[in-house]
């Protein structure tokens, strides 16, 4: 397993578009090369976990091809 230190002091975090507006929202830091912090907005001091970007963007193409359903 490989470990990364991220400055995450640095990190400009942003509403994921996926996210409800009953407050189930989700926040990501988009400006790190390889890897995407997601952060619950409703706990931002809580670790962020940490995707590589490809897995995320994975995630992302297969979750907007469902319609946003996580369990198509």
């Known amino acids: 397993m490989c470990t990364i230190r991220l400055d995450l002091s ?26 995407m912090p997601v952060r619950d907005s409703k706990d931002p001091g809580r670790t962020p976990l940490v995707f590589p970007r490809s897995a995320w ?4 193409t297969a979750l907007a091809a469902n319609n946003g359903n996580l369990s198509a």
């Open 10 to 35: 640095i990190a400009t975090w942003r509403k994921s578009t996926y996210s409800q507006t009953n407050g189930s929202c989700i926040e990501v830091a988009e400006q790190f090369a390889d890897v």
């Open 57 to 60: 963007s994975s995630f992302v």
